[in-house]
């Protein structure tokens, strides 16, 4: 469970160095590692000037924003399709032939690793409105964000009072 709930935030933390780094490759942005950090979000990074630190900023949280819609699209790729409860016994015995086995869910681990992410995106979205309000970000950036993790949250929330409702239901 642990594991689970770790992953997430290490991948958006990692998504945000990584952003930075790109852009620094692709553009001359200026930055540099110390104690002091201008930003929340990105510690540990001092960044050379406020048009640096705009713009990196801006493409680091895009950056979180497309990794957010493609792990939670990946996480729900598996609940939809691969979820051990509603898998027909012949497409189970085809899958574990393949050796594709990892792709099979259970609903304890796709409700814990649905927390998990809406967690890390409810972080995200907290963080980047913290940067869009300091003026460090832009509004597209942050609109594809609060979008995207809002989103998220919407279809989990949704999916966990249906199947609630189903169990509920007496046959």
């Known amino acids: 469970m642990l594991d689970e709930a770790i992953l997430p935030f290490i991948i958006l933390a990692g998504t945000r160095f990584l952003g930075v780094f790109l852009i620094a490759l692709i553009f001359p942005v200026e930055f540099s590692f110390g104690g002091t950090s201008d930003l929340v979000s990105l510690p540990l990074i001092k960044f050379g000037g406020s048009e640096d630190l705009y713009f990196a900023n801006s493409f680091s949280w895009g950056l979180v924003g497309l990794t957010l819609a493609g792990a939670f699209g990946y996480f729900l790729f598996r609940v939809l399709t691969f979820h051990g409860d509603f898998l027909h016994p012949k497409e189970a015995t085809r899958i574990y032939r393949q050796?594709?086995?990892?792709?099979?869910?259970?609903?304890?681990?796709?409700?814990?690793?649905g927390i998990a992410w809406v967690l890390?995106?409810?972080?995200?979205?907290?963080?980047?409105?913290?940067?869009?309000?300091?003026?460090?970000?832009?509004?597209?950036?942050?609109?594809?964000?609060?979008g995207i993790g809002t989103l998220l949250v919407l279809v989990f929330w949704l999916g966990t009072t249906k199947s609630s409702l189903l169990e509920r239901k007496k046959v």
């Open 120 to 146: 890390a995106a409810l972080v995200a979205i907290t963080l980047a409105a913290i940067d869009f309000l300091s003026g460090v970000l832009a509004a597209t950036a942050f609109g594809l964000v609060f």
């Open 99 to 113: 050796n594709l086995e990892f792709l099979i869910i259970d609903s304890h681990e796709a409700f814990h690793q």
